[in-house]
């Protein structure tokens, strides 16, 4: 099969359905943009989603466009290791469920980094927020980037116009709905991106010669399947490399962020903040899984049509490429509707909830007279509008940055793991200290800078890495000039 066969360009057909999903997402926007009357509704929906719609929001604002098209990127150009992910998932569940979120709903927060303040003072929350407002701006970009290349690949459009179409679109009903509009729209985003995938697993296992059989065997005489690699090496990602790093980059995700936190906290009860948890777990158990069977099938596949893709195209763009030049019109409509889909999920959450920290932890804790309900849902809206326009314009630097979890890694080290460290120093001891933390934090980010800059070691340790370095080094400084900590100690 040759791909000058297939048409290379998107057709009005996948033009008008990818159209109608847009155009869907800006009537639910619009729908709950009057239901907005205080800040509590905006940022946390009255304190009462359902859990179920909240897992799904949950899963899709955290793995979405990184992990839709990441994933088969790596495992076609790389190997399958970040399937030890899907095990890890389960594993760091428990204590989602025993230690972080029983301070958190017990203190009714409306931002994770509120705890740090009661832990730590006023400045190590504002130093704890600038840090998230970094590390998400970045990965913004990175998740607005993502599709635009998807974009870009299948209908000639120039990467940079397509950035600019798809942060206004992801923006706009983000600005109109709140946190009730972001998690209703996730919900049919997570329904999309997960029939997609499955659609694009069965498709593969159809057209590769010898079916799934045959796409593991080619896997493993290529090495990808080579899974069992525990040996620790610094260069090179493998299962040890996978379990260290995403045992801390799981907590900061889903325990520590404020993304995933101001979800669980808008959940009705405790029990339903569980059940949150698990299904997430359970969903990251399967869905890992099978992109990265995809990323497998499409491998397989170039093997039996070695005349198919074009030379030198990177991992990021083999799964939309694929989808465009392989599947008949329509169908690869819809999946590339599930790739905007991936990426619309994470870009509405993202600026809802730096827009919630901005307001809630840089600005009212300052503020000598507090906002009117109706003053600061409008904030609410304009700074959302703000954000969105800067993580766009951040997108343009993701190009530079050599591939989509490579950024995502560089940006969870350089910002996401110092966070991550001072939570865990404020859970575990009562002598930790925040200028302690604030000197690891400023070693570990240019360590790892350094690190990055001297490629001294694979761009998975980075998260790990920095953690060590703020977590150690705060934790030794603070025995060394041993006093009370700042405030009255864990909750």
């Given at each position: ?187 049919v985003q997570f329904i999309i991106m997960v029939v997609g995938a499955i659609w694009l697993a069965v498709v593969l296992a159809a057209r590769v010669p010898g079916g799934v059989a045959e796409i593991l065997a080619v896997a493993q005489s290529s090495g990808r399947l080579n899974i069992g690699d525990w ?261």
């Amino acid at each position: 099969m040759n791909s000058a066969n297939v048409p290379m360009t998107f057709s009005p057909l996948n033009y008008t359905l990818l159209a109608i999903y847009l155009l869907a997402m800006l009537a639910i926007g619009w729908i709950y943009a009057r239901r907005q009357k205080q800040g509590e509704d905006y940022f946390l929906a009255g304190r009462n989603l359902p859990w179920l719609a909240v897992a799904m929001s949950l899963y899709a604002s955290v793995t979405s466009a990184m992990t839709y098209m990441g994933l088969p990127g790596m495992a076609f150009s790389e190997n399958a290791s970040l399937l030890i992910v899907a095990l890890m998932s389960p594993v760091v569940a428990p204590l989602l469920i025993r230690v972080y979120y029983p301070v958190y709903r017990r203190m009714r927060l409306t931002t994770s980094y509120e705890y740090i303040a009661f832990r730590f003072g006023r400045s190590a929350r504002v130093a704890v927020a600038i840090l998230f407002l970094l590390a998400r701006l970045g990965w913004l970009g990175t998740v607005i980037y993502a599709p635009a290349l998807a974009l870009s690949v299948v209908t000639s459009l120039p990467l940079w116009i397509s950035i600019l179409l798809m942060g206004l679109l992801a923006t706009i009903y983000t600005v109109m709905g709140g946190l009730a509009a972001v998690v209703w729209t996730d919900v049919v985003q997570f329904i999309i991106m997960v029939v997609g995938a499955i659609w694009l697993a069965v498709v593969l296992a159809a057209r590769v010669p010898g079916g799934v059989a045959e796409i593991l065997a080619v896997a493993q005489s290529s090495g990808r399947l080579n899974i069992g690699d525990w040996s620790f090496q610094t260069m090179t990602m493998n299962s040890l490399s996978v379990v260290i790093a995403y045992f801390f980059i799981l907590q900061q995700d889903y325990g520590v962020d404020q993304v995933s936190v101001q979800r669980l906290l808008a959940v009705r009860d405790d029990r339903g903040v569980t059940r949150a948890i698990v299904f997430n777990a359970i969903t990251d158990f399967l869905m890992i899984g099978l992109l990265l069977f995809i990323g497998l099938g499409l491998w397989a596949f170039n093997q039996s049509h070695p005349d198919f893709y074009q030379v030198g195209l990177s991992g990021d763009r083999v799964l939309p490429y694929f989808i465009i030049h392989a599947l008949p019109d329509g169908v690869s409509g819809l999946l590339i509707t599930a790739i905007f889909a991936a990426a619309m999920s994470s870009m509405d959450s993202g600026i809802n909830s730096l827009a919630t920290v901005i307001l809630v932890d840089l600005d009212k804790p300052f503020r000598t007279t507090p906002l009117t309900d109706r003053q600061e849902v409008r904030a609410a809206r304009w700074l959302t509008l703000l954000l969105g326009l800067i993580s766009t314009g951040i997108a343009f630097l993701v190009v530079d940055i050599g591939g989509i979890l490579k950024a995502f890694y560089t940006f969870m080290g350089l910002f996401s793991a110092p966070v991550l460290a001072l939570f865990v120093l404020g859970l575990l001891t009562r002598h930790a200290r925040f200028i302690p933390w604030l000197i690891g934090t400023g070693a570990a980010i240019g360590l790892t800078l350094l690190a990055r800059r001297t490629n001294a070691m694979h761009e998975i340790y980075f998260f790990p890495f920095a953690f060590c370095v703020t977590f150690v080094t705060g934790y030794l400084l603070s025995l060394w000039n041993r006093r009370p900590a700042e405030t009255g100690g864990n909750p």
